[in-house]
């Protein structure tokens, strides 16, 4: 394979990688802040309806989501740098050994 | 001492000098939207953005010799240096890096006094690349790899260049729709500060992987020069001294700020809402996290740029100053050429005056041209105090577009 062919394919990669990360959690971290809106109610929202209870609970979930996925990548560099990797093998991430 | 211990500290003075302008070249990238949005203060974000790529650069303990090796070919597989570079204590080699960093450096200062978000990792491969060509001829340069992996300057360099900025503008323009289509209906003012924890989480992650993947080119050249000088052996490990000297010098120069390239990319690129803002930067940590994870080199430069201008473009209605971008794109294309000329001047000159004295007067001109490139700063100084003025273009290109 030439550079280009191995430029190509780990392009794609990482844009997927990238566009589940970089641009699906934001939307999660969204949805949590529509969410919390939502169990704001009033001036939170354009229409000023009444607050709903469930959206905090919505709210947490997607937060919890957004820091899990901030951890996992904390944790790929650091591992990295230790000389270990996260794999995802097991669909699950674990921690192995390069 | 000797000569060679001389030009050995000189390389070393220089190695640590380029990673302190490689820190305030490259704060915009993590933090120039969250100080852009007010989501912190400008000395708030600096300060963060400084510890955390002190921290990074501490979690970055793989040897990075590799990281001159990808391009000029002066070292073995090992990364050891090659025996024919050794004689006279490593004379040779020292005197190629020393002119490479002169030509990195001051690229990258030329680059800043312009606020232009240029990469200091192509500033540095291109004044290592102009001095190799300069003291080994076209063949002390690796242009291609081998084919098996991506290597060489097309394959190192170039071609994630020219990759990078696209991928990252993609990420960010979409997360930036899907966002604003999430929120629609929800106050503006409950939004802004919602996004604001998400903008300074993001932008601290990506200070971080800066912190890892920067520090480490500079404690890879410093061990290359302490091995070519006969001072240590080991091609595993870096010397504690080496990592701790380079992890202070580009914390010390993320905390200094390059305001001048914060405003470029803070307010001069987009007019930037704290959602896009937080696009920007989940897009820039998540492709630089993939990236290195891929084993993918890139400059986190023209990551943060691109997603920058992929969050203009992902806003209905948002602005994007396309000759500002247009500028930074022509800035990018001649970073490496312009670096690798100065590194070859540099190394004519060192040669031409030939011994410690030659090593000496590179050092001296970089000096001089540092304190000139610094006196020419204050003339129209950008401070944490006037980083988020509203958007002028330089008198000199002021026409009516630019102003609208």
Redesign the interface.
Known sequence: ????A???D??W???L???????G???V??????S??LG?GG?????HAKGQPIGNVLAAICFLV?LAG?AL??T???A????R??SFAHVFPTLVSK | MTTATIVLALVVVTALAFDFTNGFHDTGNAMATSIATGALKPKVAVALSGVLNLV?AF????VALTVTNAVINIQDKSGAPKPEFLAGGGYSLLLILLCGLVGGIVWNLLTWLLGLPSSSSHALFGGLIGAAIAGLGLSGVKW??D??????V??KVI??AL??PV??G???A??TW??FR??A???ER??ET??RW?QI??AS?VS??HG?NDAQKTMGVITLALIAGGEWTDTKNIPFWVKLACALAISAGTYLGGWRIIRTLGKGLVEISS?QG??AE??????I????????ALSTTHVATGSILGTGVGKKGAEVRWNVALRMVAAWMITLPAAAVVGAVMWFIGHLVGGLAGAIVVFLILVAFAVYMYIRSRRQPVHAGNVNDEWEAPATTKTLESVA
Request: hydrophobic content about 60%.
């Open positions: 394979m030439n550079n280009l191995l430029a190509l780990g392009a990669k990482v844009l990688a990238s566009l589940v990360l970089g641009a959690l934001p939307m971290f969204a949805f949590g802040v529509r919390l809106a704001a001036s939170a929202e354009v229409d957004v901030v990548g904390i790929i560099v650091v990295s740098g230790f000389g990797a996260v | 990074g979690l970055s303990v793989e291609n790899g084919g098996t992996k991506l290597d060489g097309i394959g071609l994630p990759v990078s991928i990252a993609a990420v960010a979409l997360g899907l966002i999430v929120v209906g929800v106050a409950f939004t919602g996004f998400g989480g993001s992650l971080l992987a890892t959602p937080m696009a989940s897009a820039s940590a998540a492709v996290l993939a990236s290195s994870h891929l084993g993918f």
